[in-house]
Antibody, heavy 125, light 108 residues
Framework: EVQLVESGGGLVQPGGSLKLSCAAS????????MHWVRQASGKGLEWVGR??????????AYAASVKGRFTISRDDSKNTAYLQMNSLKTEDTAVYYC????????????????WGRGTLVTVSS | EIVLTQSPGTLSLSPGERATLSCRAS???????LAWYQQKPGQAPRLLIY???SRATGIPDRFSGSGSGTDFTLTISRLEPEDFAVYYC?????????FGGGTKVEIK
């Protein structure tokens, strides 16, 4: 079955760190860019960042709101992408989705046809 | 960063009616790299439209997309009960991907 499953969410204090995982199955993970998108409760979708495939040097990019605090990585041997979140703020509280574009790692096709169910991150003291 | 503004914020309609949702970009979206998603409560978004006007696999033909440049439209020709949801546009024409704020289509 083609799917993405996020894990690692939870409650963390402001200034703390958390690492999310996204386990992929049913498709060629190593050839796909992987993106993270978040959604605060009752709010809209916000793109967080992405990591490209090995063929594109695992290049990463981030939204301005998380740049310098969040890091995306991947382990192709485990078909898993990660989102390391440091210096967390209350405004980072959201459901975090990992998502995949339909045609691997081509910039022209960076819309998303496969989403995980999301994992909730709550930043609160 | 390209800012996407969706209007209206909420659309109150009855089943069988036509829904017209707007997505306006702060600058031109190259090559009509604009997608639309549907999201229901507690669920992940579902891809409806890509390339401004191409329907994703399995999407009914009552959903259609149009537009170019800075103005895009999602039309639902006749609303079915399962279409009441929130709809988002997303541009992928620049390296910083962005989403619109969403339009909620609610039952009148």
């Amino acid at each position: 079955e083609v799917q993405l499953v996020e894990s690692g969410g939870g409650l963390v204090q402001p200034g703390g760190s958390l690492k999310l995982s996204c386990a992929a199955s049913g498709f060629t993970f190593s050839g796909s860019a992987m993106h993270w998108v978040r959604q605060a409760s009752g709010k809209g979708l916000e793109w967080v960042g992405r990591i490209r495939s090995k063929a594109n040097s695992y290049a990463t990019a981030y939204a301005a709101s998380v740049k310098g605090r969040f890091t995306i990585s991947r382990d192709d041997s485990k078909n898993t992408a990660y989102l390391q979140m440091n210096s967390l703020k209350t405004e980072d509280t959201a459901v975090y989705y990992c998502t995949r574009p339909p045609y691997g790692d081509f910039i022209s096709y960076w819309y998303f046809d496969l989403w995980g169910r999301g994992t909730l991150v709550t930043v609160s003291s | 960063e390209i800012v996407l503004t969706q209007s209206p914020g909420t659309l109150s309609l009855s089943p069988g009616e036509r829904a017209t949702l707007s997505c306006r970009a702060s600058q031109s979206v190259s090559s009509s790299y604009l997608a639309w998603y549907q999201q229901k409560p507690g669920q992940a978004p579902r891809l409806l439209i890509y390339g401004a006007s191409s329907r994703a696999t399995g999407i009914p033909d009552r959903f259609s997309g149009s537009g170019s440049g800075t103005d895009f439209t999602l039309t639902i020709s006749r609303l079915e009960p399962e279409d009441f949801a929130v709809y988002y546009c997303q541009q992928y024409g620049s390296s910083q991907l962005t989403f619109g704020g969403g339009t909620k289509v609610e039952i009148k």
